[in-house]
């Protein structure tokens, strides 16, 4: 991780620290809060904004009316004009650890002479959007602003009452005046569309969804803030008319809810410390299921007269806490970029990067995805760059700062010659890929086709791994998928690291793997573009090989699922002699599939209806699962609407249970699910 420099002569001088502090500190809050444009991930600011409390702690005398940690939040945007807040928008302290949570819960307990495992509290994720305070008068929408800098906000009501989620009025037994916060953020999915627009129209793609909601907000036209389609949650009331609000913070958010402002759905009322670790965890194991951001768990002390007994320090509440999770993104370095060649032959950039800590992993390679993506981020060799992690998602760069690059970055060319193979890179007109033109010479292109033939949702052959194709390949024991099944256990034993039981385990695993399905078959030739669910409609509507092959571009393109391009791949496919020498001889070594016998489509059992899978299945594969379904009939979802028949809840099920029951939905955990197929079979 590359920090700011540090002159030596600054090591004894703690003003100049604090002064330089400052200067970057407020720079990125200008980025962030008036540009909405950050140039450095949200753990760089955190860090920096530390070493500077530390520092202010340590030298009281030293402590500026204009440092950051004297105030909540930024300037105010030009063109909103300024707005006071009824009572002050204050901010939370953070925890990066166990540690330093359990830290609170002592500090609470010894002021209000508990034990920490009696207090009861309040579970809130902690949305990554943009805080903002709503006042209503007689249950009617007066104004609303944004934090500001925690006394004064920006008006922007006008764009507020554009978001479908906000009452304009208030629902029954409201207070005659409500001062309440909440938190605009932007939908994943809808960020994802804003930014795959603003790409496709070659206009600034957002960073990250607190952004773009942020943008929208400030937007001068509210038209174009109504398009954005923004939601909101609200956490808490800043004041409300005196003997109208619960005894509780719990409460209180329910009497938000029933006042018509919407709560976040997985907010919980905990007691003990024990108890709000659990939560944190799970709410963290969940984090990329939610539909929106989030970067952290807040922690409240829910009964109000206690949280009136602890008071306030400065800007922040002591009976509240916000943990934040792992950063999910960093700064590193872009050491170098190599380009990988996949099984059909595309070329894909991969960013080599000097290793950080991101996610809770250890991160040294990144995606680029291709040429055009370089050359959106405008990035090169040398750069410092800001890289994101989310869950299993494959890292990848998502920004350059630009204030850090060096003079001697170098430009990223593509490669004229496949760097495995040496043939003739051609690029598709149509697309931004870039292919090696070697096909079956390019061993690269030999061994990830014999892999993804062998991988689980094709052959699924236990015990050929990735490693031991590889060396396969290496040995010219296999040169296509055919070879698999003429392979000697001598052969296979004779293997670095493969003993006499493991080869036989292998030969055992390729004999059992000659009785597949055809739509597993055709998956595995790997003919592009084509998925598991173009391979299963291929075998239900032409029921043989035979007639696949046979197929001209018009047959393919009448079966669902199938376009042109992807019909004309399939042509191509099958009319290579080498590729169908290839299914020959597979038939011939014993590869073969039951049967299909044609049934009409309205009497499939479940034909017409949408089901949705969520959460961990225990006792099958959700592709298996899948692919039971749609054998049935069905339509299988990943996400759930009024148009949903049921849905099958796993365990660990996240946001789509939620909703679901939100809309009525039949739910049936898997046990149900399984004695369900079973009267099929």
Known sequence: MRQLTQDSSEKDLPEKKIVRLIKQIEDYNYQYYVLDSPSVPDAEYDRLLRELIQLEQQNPGLISPQSPTQKVGGKLTEGFE???????????????????????????????????????????????????????KNGELIHA???????????????????????????????????????????????????????????????????????????????????????????????????????????????????????????KRLTGFKNCIEYFESILNKRDDLPYDIDGVVFKVDPIDLQQQLGFVSKAPRWAIAHKFPAQEEMTTLLAVDFQVGRTGAITPVARLTPVFVGGVNVSNA??????????????????????????????????????????????????????????????????????????????????????????????????????IEMLCEQDLIVKPSDIFRLTKEQVAGLERMGEKSATN?????????????????????IREAGENTSMNLANEFLNLENIINADQEQLEAIDDIGPIVASHIVAFFANKENLKVVQELQELGVTWPKIEKLQENKLPLNGQKWV????????????????????????SGSVSKNTTKVVAGESAGSKLTKANELNIEVIDEQTFVEFLAEFE
């Open 613 to 636: 899978l969520t959460g961990t299945l225990s006792q099958m594969k959700r592709n298996d699962a899948k692919q039971k379904l749609q054998v049935l009939g069905a339509k299988v």
């Open 145 to 267: 602003a944004t934090r500001g800098d925690g006394k004064m906000g920006e008006n922007v009501t006008h764009n507020i009452r554009t978001i479908a989620s906000i009452p304009l009025k208030l629902r029954s037994n409201f207070p005659a005046e409500l001062d309440v916060r909440g938190e605009v953020f932007m939908p994943k999915e809808v960020f994802a569309q804003l930014n795959k627009e603003a790409i496709e129209k070659d206009e600034r793609v957002f960073a990250n969804p607190r952004n773009a909601a942020a943008g929208s907000l400030r937007q001068l036209d509210p038209h174009i803030t109504a398009k954005r389609k923004l939601a909101v949650y609200f956490y808490a009331i800043g004041s409300a008319t005196e003997g109208t609000l619960k005894a509780d913070h719990y409460q209180r958010l329910q009497q938000l809810k029933e006042w018509g402002l919407p709560i976040c759905p997985e907010i």
């Open 82 to 136: 300024p707005v006071a807040h009824l009572t002050p928008m204050l901010s939370l302290d953070n925890v990066f650890s166990e540690e330093e949570f359990n830290a609170f819960g002592n500090r609470i307990g010894e002021r209000l002479s508990f034990n920490p495992e009696q207090i009861q509290f309040v579970g809130e994720p902690k949305l990554d959007g943009l805080a903002i305070s709503l006042v209503y």
């Open 367 to 468: 995606t680029l995805h291709n040429m055009d993506e370089i050359k959106r981020l405008d990035v090169r060799v040398g750069d410092t760059v800001i890289i994101r992690r989310a869950g299993d998602v494959i890292p990848q760069i998502v920004s350059v700062v630009m204030d850090r690059r060096p003079a001697d970055t170098k430009i990223i060319r593509t490669p004229t010659e496949c760097p495995v193979c040496q043939s003739p890179v051609e690029k598709e007109s149509d697309q931004a890929i870039y292919r090696c033109t070697g096909g079956l010479i390019c061993s690269a292109q030999r061994t990830r086709s014999i892999i993804h033939f062998a991988s689980r949702k094709a052959l699924d052959i236990e015990g050929l791994g990735d490693k031991l």
């Open 506 to 526: 292998v030969i055992n695993s390729i004999e059992k793997s000659k009785q597949t399905t055809l739509a597993k078959f055709l998956y595995g030739l790997g």
